[in-house]
């Protein structure tokens, strides 16, 4: 069974720091695209991040550029989303996705991604 399920989101105010995780079971996140996208009220779900299956090495949109991290820890078989310098045009509900897709790079397409979590709500307000 292939399962990703997210956590860590909250609220924090502007300019802190939040950490998403993504844990995955059923499959490994080293033999994996995992993605991050977001929902922000009223708007349609966008790419915020994703890394390789193969290297991790990772993407990001440009809205996050600079200052969210994405990582995995093989020994938990999860991603994390470092978000740094949190601003309110970052309140969304984020989504962890997985794509069975050996390759060194990943694609911020939602439409290429398999498996997706239930999300976490992330609230950045004063």
């Known amino acids: 069974q292939v399962q990703v399920v997210e956590s860590g989101g909250g609220l924090v105010q502007p300019g802190n720091s939040l950490t998403l995780s993504c844990v995955a079971s059923?499959?490994?996140?080293?033999?994996?695209?995992i993605g991050w996208f977001r929902q922000a009220p009223g708007k349609e779900r966008e790419a915020v991040s994703c890394?390789?299956?193969?290297?991790?090495?990772?993407s990001y949109a440009d809205s996050v550029k600079g200052r969210f991290t994405v990582s995995r820890d093989s020994a938990k078989n999860t991603v994390n989303l470092q978000m740094n310098g949190l601003q309110p045009e970052d309140t969304a509900v984020y989504y962890c996705?997985?794509?069975?897709?050996?390759?060194?790079?990943?694609?911020?397409?939602?439409?290429?991604?398999?498996?997706w979590g239930q999300g976490t709500r992330v609230t950045v307000s004063s």
């Open positions: 059923g499959f490994l996140v080293d033999r994996y695209a």
């Open positions: 890394i390789s299956s193969r290297g991790g090495n990772p």
């Open positions: 996705a997985a794509e069975n897709y050996w390759w060194t790079a990943c694609d911020l397409v939602e439409n290429e991604y398999d498996y």
